[in-house]
């Protein structure tokens, strides 16, 4: 760890804003939020116990990777086990109230082998489990895009694109945000070593990749997250903690295949060449074992995208776990932690009487935890405890 004494400056931390002091191990972890706009929102200063050496950002040797909550003027923290730290954030919504501070999860440890520096991550506590993420993979110009533009067009509220990042450039009608992040390969270089991406490929001369973050946010949203990857892509978020359906979308034939990206005029004959060349290494794994759970034949397009809402919903059972009691997790609700035993922490409303229909207190289940940094802790389960 870092060999300077650093002053702890309360100067930092926004006026009226409270800090919360946590110890694991021999760290005191202290966590505050900051009103510099130039600044990450939460402050995150660690004092080694034994040595009296406090470690904060703004000396080198320390980083807080992930995503960062807004800004509010109070939280309560209280560790969960060895590895991480619950923080709830008062005057937020429930459903934004819950975060973890990683302190020494497996990611942590990667990043502080890689980076060589001390690192803790952010992580946002996400209630319930969303059904599962669909991957659509085949070969360019089979009408991936179509199908999943018109699923989204008849399903907006049930379905979000993983706008994907990519350093090849925009085509005519492609908005920057909606269709792709377009973006420079040192940028995607960078986030992609900062352990920013779920997966990413060189494909057809280009780099292409998913965020964490374009996979979260949809799902954050309550939506059935949609990736279009390729099949390296696709082989990468098999082998990643998400769990998602794949789907390999293969063309009636490779005539009608070279048909079609031919006729969408989006390429040089060049790059139709080298389209065509990988659609054939594409079309060979298809069938690799393990790898994609449905084929579909984009032949006659309504038929297809008929067989493609058959497999969708065949999944359907998988309902949102979300607990009824903050099924309206937008209503600003201020908890504060008010115990832990072994299986649960107690989080306790803020002014100890129920408002708005919301419970006095809540228990969160210990064993729910999965995921984290970098994406989301997920599955949370909650229930209420109304004994007054
Ligand atoms: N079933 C179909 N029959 C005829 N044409 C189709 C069919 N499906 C899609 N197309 C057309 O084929 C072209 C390629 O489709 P699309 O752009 O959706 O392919 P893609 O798989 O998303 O390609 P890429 O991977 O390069 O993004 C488009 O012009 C589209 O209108
Ligand atoms: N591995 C990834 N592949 C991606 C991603 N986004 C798109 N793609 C695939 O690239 C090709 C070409 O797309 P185009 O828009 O240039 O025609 C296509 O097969 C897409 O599925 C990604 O994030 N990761």
Request: some cysteine.
């Amino acid at each position: 760890m870092g060999e300077e004494a650093v002053e702890f400056s309360v100067e930092k931390v926004a006026k009226g804003c409270k800090q919360s002091a946590v110890d694991v191990g021999d760290k005191t972890f202290v966590i505050g939020s900051s009103d510099d706009d130039s600044k990450p929102p939460v402050i995150v200063k660690i004092l080694g116990k034994r040595t009296q050496t406090w470690y904060c950002t703004s000396v080198h040797h320390f980083i807080v990777l992930g995503t960062q909550p807004t800004l509010t003027k109070s939280q309560s923290a209280i560790p969960v086990n060895d590895e991480k730290i619950l923080i709830i954030e008062k005057g937020v919504p429930l459903n934004e109230s819950i975060w973890f501070l990683e302190i020494d999860t497996p990611f942590v440890k990667q990043q502080r082998k890689i980076k060589g520096t001390e690192v803790v991550s952010l992580s946002k506590g996400v209630i319930g489990v969303g059904q599962k993420p669909v991957v659509i993979s085949g070969p360019s110009g089979v009408g991936k895009g179509t199908l999943i533009a018109k699923l989204m067009k008849d399903y907006p509220s049930k379905f979000g694109f993983s706008v994907s990042h990519t350093t090849r450039s925009p085509r005519e009608k492609e908005i920057d945000g909606v269709h792709y992040h377009f973006t420079e390969r040192s940028k995607i270089d960078k986030d992609i070593s900062e352990g920013k991406f779920l997966e990413f490929a060189h494909v057809h001369g280009n780099v292409y990749g998913t965020s964490i973050e374009a996979v979260e946010s949809v799902t954050d949203e309550g939506k059935r997250c949609i990736l279009d990857i390729d099949v390296q892509g696709a082989r990468s978020v098999r082998a990643s903690s998400l769990e998602a359906i794949f789907i390999f979308v293969c063309p009636p034939s490779f005539e009608e295949l070279e048909k079609r990206l031919r006729a969408r005029g989006t390429e040089t004959e060049e790059q139709i060449q080298k389209r065509l060349r990988n659609a054939r290494a594409e079309l060979d794994q298809s069938n690799s074992p393990g790898l994609f759970d449905h084929l579909l034949v984009n032949d006659d397009l309504e038929a297809c995208y008929e067989n493609l809402k058959k497999l969708l919903t065949l999944d359907d059972s998988q309902e949102d776990s979300i607990d009824f009691y903050i099924k309206d997790g937008k209503q600003t609700a201020s908890y504060s932690i008010m115990s832990k035993n072994d299986s649960e922490i107690l989080l306790q409303f803020e002014t100890n009487e129920a408002k708005n229909g919301a419970a006095s207190l809540l228990a969160l289940d210990l064993s729910s935890l999965s995921g984290g940094a970098p994406g989301r802790t997920r599955g949370l389960k909650i229930r209420s405890i109304n004994s007054f």
